[in-house]
């Protein structure tokens, strides 16, 4: 009987592990199983999530990477599940050294210390890695510690958190080495992480659960309960100058942080030069020589300080550095010794002016709100002191705030009357809020974060329903504009054939027109309805031209009932004058009578002659239909205009010099039969239409540009880490 290819043995895998104490084997391998069940669930969901980015995709090339993705990861599905399980057994393994009181080996598959030697996506992969761990360890800290305590009891030498082989930094390591093979694009592997996360690192909480109860079970510290846990530092008082215990800066995500800090100190002053004294995060230890390092609750008190008397104003010529070194000037002046900011605090500070300096000189921020966000820059420099992991934690409140205000702004165009705009009030009112009630409790940009956030949601549903209804209007101009065409063109055709009588031409023009136009909306004209109401002209207009041969009368007799209801069903629908419908029946009757005493006279007199005006009956046959387009391409247009306007996709935003007034737009619609882009304001209301060649024209001169809509904190962050790896090389 073969083996379920789902089915994972464990004891090749764990032989090497079998030294571990008896109580511990039990945990490591009902932890496998629960892991190797979650990886299961992820490669069972991959193929669904990589799919609908397949949908979404906005090009082929970016499709074809999706769908190549999706057959790698088949393929490759059985090596990662065992490649993961493996390192997993060999971490286990590594406690045989605690077990004999060996110095650990250390296992760790990928190294995350220095990213100045790696590429930009080992850079995206490292910070990714290092969110999922810090979200995972604050969720699971009580869990987890406990796991940790009760593992250290059957060990000599001491795990902690970070190298417990249970733990989300070992975990995430070795799913990342176990996808090293997969040979596909950064955003790929990014999906797959966060499928890591969701099937794996979020059922942490059970599965330490669960291993804790094992080990209370065989009598393992069965005392140590799980109580809630308290966040050593805080009081009613306010902020002790420690960061909380889940964000421990040793301990959970600070790689990032610390990576940040080598590179800034290969571009400080050599080390015999007077420094500011490294301080921890408590900032309490002293610098060489006379200097004394402020604590990092005296700086966040002093930022505080500061933070009350920014200008209410323009921010134009205000140094916060500058403010800073005046203040400790002063407190310097009273103490009798130089008081300076230790080297942790110094080196947050310094990241964070970076990072505001990338933001207020980013184009894509309106100049107007830049003011307003240039005022948040205390208030985010006050979080970064608190919790070193805002500069890697993707979902940390503070940063998703500001990401949010930008996003929001994408589309905010300059005004005369700021306070009249909706948007502009909201920001204004949380920038207030904080610079007046933020002191040291972060919670405030959480509760900032969800009310911002249910502004912006009603704004979208309001602007999404008009950009919605602008979006069919103009496709359905469009839909009417080509029907419009397609009939003139068959008209054309008919009536340059054929010289017809008055009445004829006048309900071809005015009526027959109006049945093909409705046809061809409704039904299209590749319909059997259109090609009918065709028929039923091209029967008018045969009926009375003159017919020499007997089987052509004969035929005309036939067809005149079946013609005269097919006229006067198709004149009702199109709601013709009814008296002209009673006069046109009339004239066409007398046509009809004409035709065939025309054709009787022939057959006595023995000729063939046509009556006069009245050409013999042809074929005619429709010419292919084509668009009209324009009669040359615009002068000078080259094709890589042409192709940047083909990559715009439904949805990106636009900044057009439009006369004298630049215009922020979004792109709602691409008309592409007739060549024309829609643009839509953020409130969705239609500002703007340009042709395909237009749009490409504006390019090509540097009249528009696309608005980069990606993250800003993020933008702001690879631009900082990027110009320290350039300096620092």
Not at 263 to 268: E, F, S
């Amino acid at each position: 009987m073969q083996n379920d290819v789902n089915v994972v043995h464990f004891k090749a895998l764990g032989e090497s592990s079998s030294r571990l104490p008896a109580v511990l084997l039990p945990v490591r391998d009902r932890a496998a199983q629960r892991l190797n069940a979650s990886l299961q669930q992820l490669f069972d969901n991959a193929d669904d999530a990589l799919f609908e980015m397949a949908d979404r995709a906005g090009s082929n090339q970016e499709q074809s990477l999706y769908f190549e993705a999706m057959r790698d990861l088949r393929l490759r599905r059985k090596s990662i599940e065992r490649s993961f399980l493996q390192q997993y057994f060999e971490r286990f393994a590594a406690l045989n050294n605690l077990v004999s009181g060996k110095p650990e080996v250390r296992l760790d598959s990928v190294s995350y210390e220095d990213l100045s030697l790696v590429q930009n996506d080992a850079l995206e992969e490292s910070v990714a890695v290092d969110t999922m761990v810090a979200k995972a360890l604050s969720n699971n800290a009580m869990a987890i510690s406990h796991l940790t305590i009760r593992f250290n009891t059957q060990l000599s030498s001491k795990l902690d958190d970070g190298t417990h082989p249970l733990g989300p930094r070992r975990l995430c390591e070795a799913f990342v080495e176990a996808c090293r093979d997969l040979d596909t694009d950064i955003k790929v592997k990014l999906i797959i992480y966060k499928l890591f996360e969701r099937f794996v690192l979020n059922g942490l909480g059970q599965l330490y659960a669960e291993s804790n109860r094992q080990l209370v079970e065989a009598g393992v510290l069965p005392q140590l309960k799980a109580i809630p846990q308290q966040v050593p530092g805080r009081s009613a008082k306010g902020y002790s100058g420690r960061t909380p215990a889940h964000v421990n800066s040793e301990d959970d995500g600070q790689e990032l942080f610390g990576t940040l800090q080598s590179l800034l100190a290969q571009l400080r002053v050599p080390a015999s030069a007077p420094v500011a004294g490294a301080s921890s995060g408590s900032g309490e230890s002293l610098a060489a020589g006379a200097d004394q390092a402020i604590t990092s609750y005296d700086l966040m008190r002093l930022l505080s300080h500061l933070q009350q008397q920014i200008p209410s104003q323009s921010l134009d010529g205000y140094d916060l550095r500058a403010q800073l070194d005046t203040a400790l000037g002063r407190i310097s002046e009273r103490s009798g010794r130089k008081r300076v900011v230790g080297q942790v605090d110094e080196d947050v500070i310094n990241l964070v002016g970076m990072l505001f300096e990338f933001i207020l000189d980013d184009l894509t921020l309106p100049d107007s709100l830049k003011a307003l966000i240039a005022r948040l820059q205390i208030p985010m420099l006050k979080v970064a002191v608190l919790d070193k992991t805002f500069f890697s934690r993707g979902s940390h409140p503070a940063r998703r705030l500001l990401n949010e205000i930008a996003a929001a702004s994408l589309g905010w165009g300059e005004q005369s009357d700021l306070q009249r705009d909706g948007l502009y009030q909201k920001i204004e009112q949380i920038v207030q809020r904080l610079l007046t009630d933020f002191v040291d409790d972060p919670e405030i940009f959480a509760e900032l974060l969800a009310d911002f956030m249910a502004y912006v949601s009603d704004e979208q549903r309001r602007s999404e329903l008009l950009e919605q209804r602008t979006r069919d209007a103009e496709e359905g101009r469009a839909r009417a504009e080509i029907a419009r065409l397609q009939v003139e063109h068959v008209l054309s055709l008919r009536l340059q054939e054929h010289p017809l009588p008055a009445a004829v031409q006048r309900v071809l023009r005015e009526a027959w027109s109006q049945v093909l136009l409705l046809t061809c909306l409704k039904q299209g004209y590749e319909s059997s309805e259109w090609r009918a109401a065709l028929q039923t002209m091209d029967d008018l207009i045969w009926s009375i031209q003159p017919h020499h041969d007997v089987a052509s009368r004969q035929r005309l007799l036939e067809m005149v009932p079946g013609l005269l209801k097919a006229l006067r069903e198709g004149l009702a629908s199109a709601a013709f004058d009814p008296f002209s419908t009673s006069e046109f029946f009339t004239e066409l009757e007398s046509l009809h009578v004409q035709t065939f005493q025309q054709a009787r006279a022939e057959v006595v007199e023995g000729t063939s002659v046509a009556a006069p005006g009245m050409p013999s009956a042809s074929v005619v046959v429709d010419a292919p239909f084509e668009l009209p387009t324009a009669a040359e391409r615009i002068a000078g247009l080259t094709d890589e205009s042409l192709d940047w306007v083909d990559s715009l996709s439904v949805g990106a935003w636009l900044e057009i010099q439009d006369e004298d007034q630049k215009l922020r737009c979004k792109l709602a619609a691409v008309i592409r039969p007739m060549g024309r882009l829609v643009f839509v304001n953020r409130t969705g209301m239609k500002v703007l239409d340009r042709t395909r060649d237009e749009l490409a024209l504006d390019y090509q001169e540097g009249r528009v540009r696309l608005l980069d809509d990606a993250l800003l904190f993020d933008r702001a962050m690879t631009s900082v880490i990027g110009n320290l790896r350039g300096q620092s090389s």
